[in-house]
């Protein structure tokens, strides 16, 4: 592995990590998927999941990621020549390539709000307006298509220069930044007439819905997409590290930085909805609806703060969009021994355009074009989140409970001598892969895809 690349400190591989996390996981689609599935319960399975099988699979992550020094594919086959575990590393590598395709198109609906409050057409929407205008938007071809290539374009060029550079740096400003200007706005949107009825939607839990196996299936899907799990992103990522990094602790930081910054999203877009009578079952769109509505209370300065906002997201986005795009590449480097320019180009083009059907799927005319009574966009969504990164995850569980001898997994995971070690592998060898089990076949028998 000579000359492989390194991040530049220790700090570095953190922010790195939170980078990839922190994206449209944590506002776009922890608002919306949270607000279909029925809000405080589905909060409360979420933050479960997170502890009981995002933590350990995330630290089971780094962990091999670090001691291969290579990508998602060779990190499982040259440690266990041979052995099944390399699956694992196949249903990484197919989600981390769909998943980009729908989430530039995601991003892209952030850059077209950013040009349309710099170009003043948002900011000019009347109280109440802002579904028709996201409406009009996502149901045109041209649009869409634009800003998913633009964005796409965007993550393309900075992997092709090389996967350190500028990360690092924005990750430690940009995101501090974020959360602050999330605070701001939740602290904004706790003053709105009716937010107590969103707190209580977030918060007070409907006991019943603890029986319902699709908020399950939904919490651990967040779960996964939240923390780039079951993907490789973390296993690519880690890699890139030399051994000065604690990697408990970094998944600790990880885990709990994401979580916060979902919660706090939540009490942005919760107290709106209900001050603003919007349904929080309303899907995809739910905070391109929302917010715009909060900042045009603001009066002058809305713009200006919606502006800074929606520029914030989409570096968080960009962030993660990176560390998915890597992943492909950093395979594809190795095993047809491309460079990286060479590789980022072919395959982030590629991406760019299976992500294309998506990008007219919601409103758009390919609309009825549905796959198992899904537009296409939700339907590789729901692929990836039900079926790819749960089998992922419980490769990766396995591979590590399982596959490896306990003292290497101890080593190689910084916790030889600790009290949590032994735990940990519990929990890699039993509990999340029974959780992973359960929650695929609730999935399996719950789909569209199987009726
Ligand atoms: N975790 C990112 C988010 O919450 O937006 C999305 C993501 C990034 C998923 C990287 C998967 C991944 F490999």
């Known amino acids: 592995m000579n000359g492989r690349e390194q991040w530049a400190s220790k700090l570095g591989f953190i922010l790195a990590a939170v980078g990839s996390a922190v994206g449209l996981g944590n506002i776009w689609r922890f608002s919306y998927v949270a607000g279909e599935s029925g809000g405080a319960a589905f909060l409360l399975i979420y933050v479960i999941c997170i502890f009981l099988i995002g933590l350990p699979v995330l630290l089971a992550e780094f962990t091999i990621g670090r001691k291969g020094q290579t990508d998602v594919i060779a990190a499982f086959t040259s440690k266990a020549p041979g052995k099944p575990w390399v699956l694992g590393g196949f249903f990484g590598l197919a ?8 989430y530039g198109v995601i991003a892209g609906w952030v850059l077209y709000y950013i040009y349309s409050y710099f170009t003043g057409t948002a900011g000019a929407v009347e109280e109440g307006g802002y579904g028709d205008f996201f409406e009009s938007f996502i149901g045109s071809s041209g649009g869409p ?6 964005f796409m374009a965007i993550v393309i060029g900075i992997v092709y220069f090389g996967v350190k550079k500028g990360i690092e740096l924005s990750n430690k400003i940009f995101m501090p930044l974020l959360a602050v200007i999330l605070l701001f706005l939740a602290g904004f949107s706790l003053t709105l007439d009716g937010a107590s009825e969103g707190l209580q939607f977030l918060f007070s839990p409907e ?7 699709e908020v399950w299936s939904a919490a651990v899907g967040q779960a996964f997409f939240t923390l780039s799990l079951g993907m490789g992103a973390m296993i690519t990522y880690s890699s890139y590290l030399s051994k000065d990094n604690r990697l408990p602790s970094a998944a600790g930081t990880v885990v709990v930085l994401d979580t916060l910054f979902a919660i706090v999203a939540g009490l942005v877009i919760f107290p709106a909805v209900f001050s603003f009578g919007i349904d929080p079952g309303d899907g995809p769109g739910l ?7 909060v900042f045009n209370l603001m009066g002058g ?11 914030l997201v989409a570096l968080a986005a960009l962030s993660s969009a990176i560390s998915l795009l890597e992943v492909s590449v950093a395979f594809v480097m190795r095993k047809f021994n491309w460079a990286r320019k060479q590789a980022a180009l072919v395959v982030g083009l590629l991406i760019t355009a299976v992500g294309i059907p998506s990008a007219l799927s919601q409103g758009g005319p390919l609309t009825e074009a549905t796959i198992a009574g899904l537009p296409f966009l939700d339907f590789v969504d729901t692929l990836t989140d039900m079926y790819f990164l749960p089998l992922g995850g419980l490769m990766i569980a396995l591979f590590v409970g399982w596959g490896w001898r306990r003292e290497d997994a101890f080593r ?8 949590i070690a032994p735990l940990w592998i519990w929990f890699l060898r039993i509990v999340a892969p029974l959780g992973i089990l359960w ?3 609730l999935n399996v028998v719950n789909t569209p895809f199987f009726q």
């Open 95 to 102: 989600a981390s390539f769909f998943i980009l395709s729908f």
């Open 145 to 150: 298509i634009f800003w998913q290539v633009l």
């Open 287 to 293: 905070i391109f609806v929302t917010l715009p509505e």
């Open 301 to 311: 300065g809305g713009t200006v703060f919606a502006i800074f906002f929606f520029i």
């Open 439 to 441: 929650i695929l076949y």
């Open 207 to 213: 006991w019943s819905a603890f029986g319902d196996a």
């Open 412 to 419: 190689e995971s910084d916790l030889t001598g600790s009290s």
